[in-house]
Structures are given as structure tokens and as C-alpha cells.
């Protein structure tokens, strides 16, 4: 096996805690590309992932799901995609592809030596000789950054973004460190290409139902418009839109019980049409992800509907008659959905705050808290807006702030910390420059 690089990486929870060796050298780093097609999105629940390639990984797969897709346009004809992610909490790992003659019948794959191997870029710590970033479940602790290092990574260009129809998080992320992003279109021409949205649709007052789903579809549900039960929800203001570090506690509080979830352009005040949403650099969303910059829509339980697991098609026709009627969207009480056999894994990432994710996929669906247990944060990239990935007509993005850029370097050391770091000041820089060119009301 050739020299190169060797890298520690890890998930939250510490079940994927490895050693692994990047292909590229020091002083000639790798490009890295930010995927924004339709199966990285809804087999994430991101609007972006992002991978770096590596040799075969030393250590054993187990705890780790796999994932096979075979249309995502990552995986070209011939060729057969796994994902590999976290069984505990559900961080995406790597992603390995090889040539489909190579699969048995079951499944397995005859020489795992072939093929190439990938990385989430969100779980790499450091270099493996740094000696010390330390992760364990709820690290927050920033590594040291530069130590005159050599470049390992670089973000170059995004990539199929034209699954998105706006671009996804493409117009939000054009500079890292003063180097302009590439935007590419889809690389696999089999992929089908939707027509072209600016994502800033009006809102249609019969455009009341929003879909959303996993990459496998295991998990589907609906969210509805604003209506009055979305204002009965009481909540502190979250980091995206107050400091949390730089806030007084009692501000933060939210004492006048501000609706802050709620946005009302487009239609009369007292009546908010779309959702707040948001960028966030956490370290918990990132080792709980896999990737750099999570995405999420804060929207009321009571606006959130669940579709039963999907039936198998029957294998003998069926007269119209005899079929049964369309099951009825189920109310977000996880209880329940237990009971109905939605298949959705939960994953304590601190006290009192919890994440759900598909266990089949591997997508993260939501974050909640003790604290407001009647507002809910949802993964964007699992909406399947008409205008596009980022859902311009049910969401409004918020442009003053990248919720814990702080933290966009904790846990990680050297050039992984640093480049990490770049990718979120673009961030939060394009951010701005989109609420300048909007006149100001994303941020309102």
C-alpha cells in the first residue's frame, strides 16, 4: 500500500473512531467537491455533502450500516455506491464504490480491495501525529490550527447543482479564503436535469403541503403552512438568530415570547407563511452528520405530519374496489410513531437534546430538546420543494449568522481546522452578501 497521509477520524459517539490514510500528499492537496444532487441531499438530510478520497480503511466496517444505491450519480452504470454510517448516531462515514460485476449474489462484494474509498470530510480530526484532538459524544474543545503544517484539502467547486433548480447552498458558499468555488452540473448524464427556479417563488395559497423523505423513503412526512397552532409553541431564541455564548441568558430567554420561527412575507402579518432556516457549523451536527455545514427549518409539531411505512405492491392485480384507502398522515408524537412502526432512530447527543435519524439510510431528520418540545428543527435537505432545494416559498433564510461558526474548527487540529474554519467564513460572508443583494428581508 502506497505512503500517504494518515488522518484520524471519528463520529460523535465514538464508534467510528479510526485511523485512515489520505491518497493525496502534503503540498498538493486534495480537491474537494460539494455535492449538492438530489441522493447526497435526501440521503443526508443535508443540502450539501462533501468526501475526500482515501485508501481502503484499515479497520474493521462493523458498526457501521451500509447503504447500497445504485442511482445515485455517484454510482455510473456498472458501478455499485455503499454508504457507510454510524449504527448508534447515524454519522455518515464513507462512501465506496466498484464495479458491479464484482458483487456476488448476495450482495457481497468478492475483493474489497477494488473500488474507491471516500471519507466524509466532517469526521476528520486531523492529522494522526498531531497527538492531540481527543473527540468523545458532546466535544466541543478547539484543536490547534495551522502548526505549519502542509495543505491537505481544498475546497474547489460545487457539483450537481442543477438537481437543485436554485442552486442549493451553491449561491451562499462562492468564496473559501479567497479562492472563487467552481460550479459544476451534474457529472453523470443519466441524472435527470429539472428545470432551471430562481427558489423565490410567491407563495400559493394552494400550495399548502410540503413533502419530505429520506433517500430510501422509509420515512415521509408532510408539513403543513403556518395556521394558529404554530404560534402555541414558547421558545428561547436559538444561536442562529441570538449568541448563544454572547447573550445574556435572560435575552435569550425570549421574555416577550417572540414567534420567531414564524415569517410573514408575502402574505398579511398576522398571518406568516414560511418558516425560519439556517445554516449551522456545530461541532455535534457535524460529527452527527458527517459533513461540514448542517441545514435546518425550525417548524411546530402541529405542522408536522408522518406517512405510515410504505406497503409493498401487491403481487397479483388488484381491482379498484378492493384496495384500501390511502392511510391518513399521522400527528408527530414519537410515541405514536413507534407504535406505527415508523422506523426512525434516535440519538441522545447531550443531555436533553436529541436527534433522530433513518436507521436504513442514514439520514438526519430532527433535532429537538426538553426545553421545546413543541417546535421541532428539520433537515432541509429532505424537502422536496417545486422551486428548488432550498424551498423559497415555505422557507426564510436567515443571512446574519452562521448558528456556532465558532465552533466550525472544535475538535480538530492543524489544516483540517483551518480549511474547516475557511469554509464557514465563506459561509457566513456569502450569507451576507445574499441578505445585501435581498434588500434585507431574509434577515427580518
Same mark, same amino acid.
Given at each position: 500500500m502506497s505512503q500517504g497521509v494518515e488522518l484520524l477520524i471519528s463520529c460523535h459517539c465514538g464508534a467510528a473512531k479510526q485511523t485512515v490514510v489520505l491518497c493525496a500528499q502534503p503540498g498538493n492537496p486534495s480537491d474537494v467537491d460539494l455535492c449538492h444532487c438530489h441522493a447526497c441531499r435526501h440521503g443526508s438530510g443535508l443540502l450539501c455533502v462533501s468526501y475526500t478520497s482515501i485508501q481502503k480503511p484499515p479497520r *474493521? @466496517?462493523?458498526? @457501521?450500516? *451500509?447503504y447500497q444505491d445504485d442511482s445515485s450519480p455517484h454510482a455510473p452504470p456498472a458501478v455499485t455506491l455503499y454508504h457507510y454510517f454510524c449504527d448508534t448516531c447515524g454519522c455518515h462515514v464513507f462512501r465506496h464504490r466498484k464495479a458491479s460485476a464484482l458483487i456476488d449474489s448476495e450482495g457481497q462484494s468478492e475483493d474489497d480491495e477494488v473500488g474507491t474509498w471516500e471519507v466524509a470530510t466532517g469526521i476528520i480530526v486531523g492529522r494522526a501525529d498531531a497527538g492531540s484532538a481527543t473527540i468523545q459524544a458532546g466535544d466541543v474543545e478547539v484543536g490547534g490550527e495551522g502548526g505549519?503544517?502542509? %495543505?491537505l484539502l481544498r475546497f474547489a467547486r460545487h457539483v450537481n447543482t442543477d438537481s437543485t433548480k436554485d442552486g442549493g447552498l451553491s449561491p451562499f458558499i462562492s468564496l473559501v479564503e479567497g479562492s472563487k468555488l467552481e460550479v459544476s452540473e451534474t457529472r453523470n448524464t443519466s441524472s435527470i436535469t429539472p428545470p432551471p427556479s430562481t427558489g423565490e417563488r410567491e407563495v400559493d395559497d394552494s400550495d399548502d403541503v410540503l413533502e419530505a423523505y429520506c433517500r430510501c423513503k422509509a420515512i415521509r412526512f408532510r408539513i403543513t403552512r403556518p395556521d394558529a397552532s404554530s404560534r402555541l409553541p414558547r421558545s428561547g431564541f436559538p444561536d442562529l438568530t441570538v449568541p448563544f455564548a454572547a447573550t445574556p441568558r435572560e435575552e435569550a430567554g425570549n421574555p416577550r415570547d417572540e414567534k420567531w420561527w414564524l415569517r410573514a412575507e408575502g402574505r398579511a402579518a398576522d398571518r406568516p407563511a414560511r418558516y425560519l432556516a439556517g445554516t449551522c457549523a456545530c461541532g455535534s451536527c457535524r460529527l452527527t452528520s458527517g459533513f461540514e455545514v448542517q441545514t435546518w427549518t425550525f417548524v411546530p409539531r402541529s405542522n408536522i405530519f408522518f406517512l405510515p411505512p410504505m406497503s409493498p405492491l401487491p403481487t397479483t392485480p388488484t *381491482? %379498484?374496489?378492493s384496495l384500501s384507502p390511502a392511510p391518513k398522515p399521522i400527528p408527530l408524537d414519537f410515541a405514536i410513531l413507534r407504535q406505527q412502526g415508523v422506523p426512525l432512530k434516535g440519538y441522545d447527543s447531550s443531555p436533553g437534546? /436529541? /436527534?433522530e435519524f433513518c436507521p436504513s439510510c442514514g439520514a438526519t431528520v430532527f433535532w429537538h430538546d426538553r426545553w421545546r418540545p413543541d417546535l421541532i428543527d428539520v433537515s432541509v435537505g429532505l424537502l422536496?420543494?417545486?422551486?428548488g432545494a432550498r424551498a423559497g416559498s415555505w422557507l426564510r433564510w436567515w443571512c446574519g449568522r452562521v448558528s456556532f461558526e465558532e465552533e466550525?474548527?472544535?475538535?480538530?487540529?492543524?489544516?483540517v481546522a483551518r480549511v474547516a474554519k475557511g469554509l464557514v467564513r465563506g459561509l457566513a460572508e456569502g450569507l451576507g452578501r445574499w441578505e445585501d443583494g435581498m434588500g434585507g428581508l431574509t434577515k427580518g
Open positions: *474493521s @466496517l462493523g458498526g @457501521l450500516v *451500509s505549519g503544517e502542509e %495543505p *381491482s %379498484p374496489s437534546r /436529541r /436527534r422536496d420543494a417545486a422551486e466550525a474548527g472544535s475538535g480538530r487540529t492543524g489544516e
